[in-house]
């Protein structure tokens, strides 16, 4: 069989990386391209296993696109003649879809790697121990340590697990996945900064850090925010967090922040899940005004609670 290539998005979590591992497991003969170059999750996570980190020249029988459905989270995607597939959990961009030939996207996965551990399932491929633990690792993550995790991403946790001897965090642990020391700093920095505004009991955070605003908006989260927006300046970016209970009560960061923010800026992008999303191409000069009207969106509908 002609050789196939999967391909992440850029700076890729661990469901990405878990995905691609998945998706060469399931098919074999193929490829891993992280665009980009590797970060600490994907070093940990690969191991011994090469990978490409630049768009290669030579052409594959197929591309296999994880854990995105953007072109502008993966640049120079488009500008491949190959047929595409798409394997993914997020709300997929329809401008993208015309350029691919075929997809599998379930929004309601709480991640990738899951979809990607269904096919396997289904085929009957059974992953060995390391690909099992990396596996669980990419659901652990994208499901925010499993709380919100539904019935499906326990079901393929409690298959990874495979035996009784190990609980999730000893399985999780044993990879050893670390964040780097600057995400480490942007956390407790974005905590040491947070600005708090409380709104009819919605407790809502900001903080601008300078890279890591989407693991340092979770941050603000674990310490006690209901809706956070981190901001860097330097990267034109806001990540963003809300609780499940305000998401359970109709909040959607994106429908409900972000596109009345992007609405008369049409080079600010923005994308992801009701309760965690990020925005990106915010120009320096609007930056502080951009963050402080995320703020004022968010503490509009807290008032309408
Ligand atoms: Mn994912």
């Known amino acids: 069989?002609?050789?196939?290539?999967?391909?992440?998005?850029?700076?890729?979590?661990?469901?990405?990386?878990?995905?691609?591992?998945?998706?060469?497991?399931?098919?074999?003969?193929?490829?891993?391209?992280?665009?980009?170059?590797?970060?600490?999750?994907?070093?940990?996570?690969?191991?011994?296993?090469?990978?490409?980190?630049?768009?290669?020249?030579?052409?594959?029988?197929?591309?296999?696109?994880?854990?995105?459905?953007?072109?502008?989270?993966?640049?120079?995607?488009?500008?491949?003649?190959?047929?595409?597939?798409?394997?993914?959990?997020?709300?997929?961009?329809?401008?993208?879809?015309?350029?691919?030939?075929?997809?599998?996207?379930?929004?309601?996965?709480?991640?990738?790697?899951e979809l990607v551990y269904m096919i396997m399932k289904d085929h009957g491929i059974k992953?060995?121990?390391?690909?099992?633990?990396?596996?669980?690792?990419?659901i652990y993550y994208d499901t925010v340590s499993l709380r919100v995790a539904r019935k499906t991403s326990l079901l393929a946790m409690a298959d990874l697990l495979e035996t009784n001897e190990v609980n999730i965090a000893e399985m999780i642990g044993s990879i050893g996945i670390e964040p780097e020391e600057s995400e480490k700093i942007a956390r407790l920095k974005a905590c040491q900064r947070a600005r708090l505004l409380r709104e009819n009991g919605v407790i809502i955070a900001s903080a601008t850090?300078?890279?890591?605003?989407?693991?340092?908006?979770s941050s603000l989260m674990q310490a006690g925010a209901d809706i956070s927006f981190v901001g860097s300046k330097k990267n034109g970016r806001i990540g963003a967090r809300a609780r499940p209970w305000l998401t359970a009560k109709g909040f959607s960061l994106s429908e409900h922040v972000f596109s009345k923010v992007a609405r008369d800026k049409p080079w600010i992008s923005y994308g992801g899940h009701k309760g965690a999303a990020g925005m990106q191409g915010i120009k320096q000069e609007e930056f502080k005004q951009v963050l402080e009207e995320c703020v004022e969106k968010a503490r509009k509908w807290a008032k309408g609670l």
Not at 59 to 84: A, H, Q, T, W
Not at 128 to 138: D, H, P, V, W
């Open 127 to 138: 992953p060995e121990k390391q690909l099992r633990k990396i596996m669980a690792a990419g």
């Open 1 to 113: 069989m002609p050789k196939a290539l999967i391909v992440t998005h850029a700076i890729p979590d661990a469901d990405a990386v878990a995905s691609a591992m998945g998706v060469k497991k399931i098919v074999g003969n193929a490829d891993i391209l992280i665009p980009g170059g590797l970060n600490a999750t994907a070093r940990q996570l690969l191991g011994k296993q090469q990978v490409l980190v630049e768009w290669p020249e030579k052409e594959y029988s197929l591309i296999i696109c994880v854990d995105f459905s953007s072109e502008k989270m993966c640049p120079g995607i488009l500008e491949r003649k190959e047929k595409k597939i798409v394997i993914d959990h997020h709300t997929p961009k329809r401008e993208f879809l015309k350029h691919v030939d075929g997809y599998l996207i379930d929004k309601n996965a709480g991640s990738t790697t």
């Open 209 to 217: 850090v300078s890279a890591f605003e989407g693991p340092a908006a």
